[in-house]
């Protein structure tokens, strides 16, 4: 299948997901990424030769934080939403398994379309072709109930005002939500625009970064439920498999909390 015309970053983070479940699958293993080893490898081979061990286990240890969030909180709603927000090809539904939650993928008509093609759907998965700021898509799922929206590596690529005003506009709708996002701060928006730069994405450059969640909380008027750096895990359970620059890099980057997750409440 030749999916050329798809913008690549909808393959650097797949890419990462299976190089992490071929290598490290203790610490994060998913089989659906894997079953698609040669899409990615026909319509994105660079990017596995050009990224460093650092570069893709920093993707990874995105989805281990986020799948870590989401089971904790279905295990505490057992009916519920679980909203990807600029799906593109995550395949949580898929790795996760969750039975008691309602899955939805959101991304623009022409990824869903592709993602139908190559994924497929769960059984508890609804997939809805929308722009993520056109709201229309929340008419779909029932926001009484509790609801988790999930943006892994989305925020990234729109402005600050952008994001804020769609959280106050997701606070509106949704009212037992939270949000669980990632993001860097400005070092590390710099690092990140050269590593996509370096895989040939030159028109995915990123712009919005957080320096402080608390007083980003405060800007979007929304609760702070946590701010957690990403190698905190896989520095425990990989210390002796990384390459000594790898976990030198890690424990830098949560030093200086240049990567995090961001979860919050959307509760005033």
């Known amino acids: 299948m030749n999916l ?8 650097i983070p797949l890419s990462a997901r299976i190089f992490a479940s071929k290598n490290f699958s203790e610490y994060f293993y998913d089989k659906k990424a894997l079953s698609l080893e040669n899409i990615v490898q026909t319509n994105c081979e660079s990017v596995l030769e050009k990224s460093s061990e650092y570069a893709l286990m920093a ?3 995105r989805y281990y934080n986020m799948d870590d969030i989401v089971r904790k909180f279905c295990a505490k709603n057992p009916k519920s939403n679980i909203v990807y927000l600029g799906a593109g090809l995550e395949t949580a539904c898929f790795r996760l398994k969750i039975t008691n939650a309602s899955f939805y993928e959101i991304d623009l008509p022409e990824v869903i379309e592709l993602r139908r093609r190559v994924l497929g759907e769960c059984a508890n998965e609804t997939l809805i072709g929308y722009d993520i700021f056109d709201l229309a898509w929340t008419r779909r799922i029932d926001e009484s109930l509790p609801t988790l ?4 590596g989305v925020f990234q690529y729109f402005t600050r005002e952008q994001v804020l005003n769609l959280i106050r506009e997701l606070k509106n709708v949704f009212k037992k939500a939270q949000l669980v996002f990632d993001a860097t701060n400005e070092a590390g928006l710099k ?15 990123m712009s919005f970064c957080v320096e402080d969640g608390y007083k980003f909380a405060l800007k979007a008027g929304v609760n702070l439920i946590e701010e957690r750096v990403f190698f905190t895990d896989a520095l425990k359970i990989l210390s002796g498999r990384l390459e000594f620059t790898t976990r030198l890099i890690m424990k830098f980057v949560d030093f200086t909390k240049r990567a995090k997750i961001l979860h919050f409440d959307l509760k005033s």
């Open 4 to 11: 050329s015309a798809v913008s690549k970053t909808l393959f």
């Open 59 to 61: 993707s990874a240890a």
């Open 149 to 152: 929206l999930v943006a892994c």
């Open 191 to 205: 690092y990140a625009n050269k590593y996509v730069k370096s895989v040939g994405s030159d028109d995915a450059i």
